[in-house]
Structures are given as structure tokens and as C-alpha cells.
């Protein structure tokens, strides 16, 4: 029997099932003999144990199609990344650094700012100018309103999506708009895991459809990206790529160099300021940090 696994817990693992439900299983010795783990999003074949009690085994692992390491899991297509227009306001950094990690790892990803509702005209622009000129899809929507929601799962059908996001941005107020059963189903699972429900160290995964899952992962409010070198860093800003060939100096950083191609489309507005200025703070922060 072929399933997913949707959450993993202390060794147990979830596994749904289509049309049959949500199967609680172990992983067979192999898997550690051979140092493979077992990863959310991946699809496995499973020998049922107990139909009544849906308990099973975890005989195979499918082969991937891709595996992501923060947040730890497989077959993801992309990644939906929520944050608020206001009430919280954005944090463009945390924002971008979100943006390198998903760039790192080659995820296209769909940017989607929530409440709407509350917020400017002019608000919206701001955001629209400094993402979508950077290649990203971007999204309005109001979850509370229900404004936007069929877009995003429209966008979302036949894929598995990462969603993330800082806390407070409403987040689980939208994922509960396209899987009102999630509540549900998460609670069947803590029940056996004797966990709450709103338990935010793990990620899990939820069916929309047919061929159609988000992951749920954590609220953040830090992101490091320490595993790069702020040589690196430009190459995770998209945009930056059409005018590097005008810069003066191979190898420039775009920071006190003369004649730099980026920092003119910067100064023209073919360039988000506020993208630029996150950069500049990131290279310091890059630059500044102890390797070893």
C-alpha cells in the first residue's frame, strides 16, 4: 500500500493514505542500517499491521524528487511564504533571508501578504515594486475576508508546497481556509501521540487534493544564513543579474565599488532600495562573521 508521510514523531510516523485515511507506522531496521531517514513529504510503501487500528510498517522509500534540510523535508515543488502587510509590518529582512535559503536550495517560491483588508493602496505598491521585479509571483489576500484564497490554491493544485512564515501573520488563519478538515485530522494525531495539537517543533503535512499537500512548518522570527559567504550572497538576489555585467570590477560586491552596475539600477529605481539595503546589511553581517 502506498502512502505519504505527513508527520514524524519520536520514531512514529504518519502516513495518509488516499481514500483510507491516516496510518501510524514505524520505519523498518534497514533504514538505519542503511543511515536513511525517513523525511515528511516522502512517499512510502507500507505494510498494513492492524486495519482496525490503521498501524503499519514502513517497508520502502520512493525515491525522491527533491529533499529540503530546514524545515527537513521531501518532494516539495515549491514554497509559500506569508507575511503580513500590516498588523505585523513586514520584516524585509527576515523576509529576504527566507528568500536566499529557498534561492540556495533552487525552490521557486510564491510570496503571499496577508490582511489586505487593513491595509493602503500604497502599502501594496511598495510591496508589488519590491518583489516582483525581482522575478517572484506576489499575492494579495485577506484570509479573515476570504479575499485571494482561491488564487492561492489554485496555485498550490498538483504541487506539494512548503508554507512558512513569522508568527502572528495569519498563517494557520489561511491554512485553515483551504483545509478546514486540517483541525481535525491534526487532533486524530495528537490524540495517539498524546501531544496539543498546536504543537510548532514539527512540520506536517496536510492533503488539499488529489496530488495536493502543504507543509506546515514553524513560526519564525530568526532565519541565519550562516552557511554562506558574502561573496555568495549576490547570486541569491535575482536581480541583481542583468546589470552585473556593467560593473566596473570582476567579482564586485556592489558595496563601495565605483562604476557598479547594481548600485546605478539601484540609484534609477530598477532596483528595490529596500532590497539593496537588506543586501548591504547582510554582507556586513557575512563579512563580519568568524569562520572556521
Avoid at 86 to 106: A, C, H, S, T, W
Amino acid at each position: 500500500m502506498q502512502g505519504k508521510i505527513i508527520k514524524g514523531i519520536a520514531g512514529f510516523y504518519y502516513v495518509h493514505v488516499e481514500e483510507r485515511g491516516i496510518y501510524e507506522c514505524k520505519a523498518k531496521g534497514i533504514f538505519r542500517k542503511e543511515h536513511v531517514k525517513p523525511l515528511v513529504g516522502d512517499d512510502v510503501i507500507v505494510d498494513v499491521l492492524d486495519e482496525g487500528e490503521m498501524i503499519g510498517n514502513i517497508r520502502q522509500i520512493l525515491p525522491r524528487r527533491s529533499a529540503l534540510l530546514r524545515p527537513a523535508v521531501a518532494n516539495v515543488d515549491q514554497a509559500l511564504i506569508i507575511f503580513a502587510i500590516v498588523k505585523p509590518n513586514p520584516n524585509f529582512n527576515l523576509l529576504d533571508r527566507f528568500l536566499i535559503r529557498m534561492e540556495r536550495q533552487n525552490l521557486p517560491t510564491i510570496i503571499c501578504f496577508n490582511k489586505q483588508d487593513i491595509a493602503s493602496e500604497q502599502e501594496k505598491e511598495v510591496l508589488r515594486c519590491s518583489y516582483e521585479t525581482c522575478g517572484y509571483r506576489v499575492l494579495f489576500i485577506s484570509a479573515l475576508e476570504n479575499e485571494g484564497v482561491e488564487e492561492v490554491r489554485e496555485l498550490l493544485n498538483g504541487k506539494t508546497t512548503t508554507v512558512a512564515g513569522p508568527s502572528g501573520v495569519g498563517k494557520s488563519s489561511l491554512i485553515n481556509k483551504l483545509a478546514p478538515a486540517a483541525n481535525m485530522e491534526t487532533g486524530d494525531i495528537s490524540a495517539k501521540i498524546e501531544r496539543g495539537k498546536h504543537t510548532t517543533r514539527h512540520s506536517e503535512m496536510i492533503a488539499l487534493g488529489e496530488e495536493t499537500y502543504i507543509v506546515d512548518t514553524p513560526g519564525f522570527t530568526s532565519l541565519a544564513i550562516s552557511e554562506i559567504t558574502k561573496e555568495e550572497l549576490g547570486q541569491y538576489y535575482p536581480e541583481f543579474v542583468q546589470y552585473e555585467p556593467y560593473c566596473k570590477f570582476s567579482g564586485c560586491a556592489h558595496i563601495s565599488e565605483p562604476s557598479c552596475g547594481v548600485k546605478e539600477a539601484v540609484a534609477e529605481g530598477r532596483i528595490s532600495k529596500v532590497r539593496y539595503e537588506n543586501y548591504k546589511v547582510l554582507y556586513q553581517e557575512l563579512k563580519e562573521m568568524k569562520r572556521y
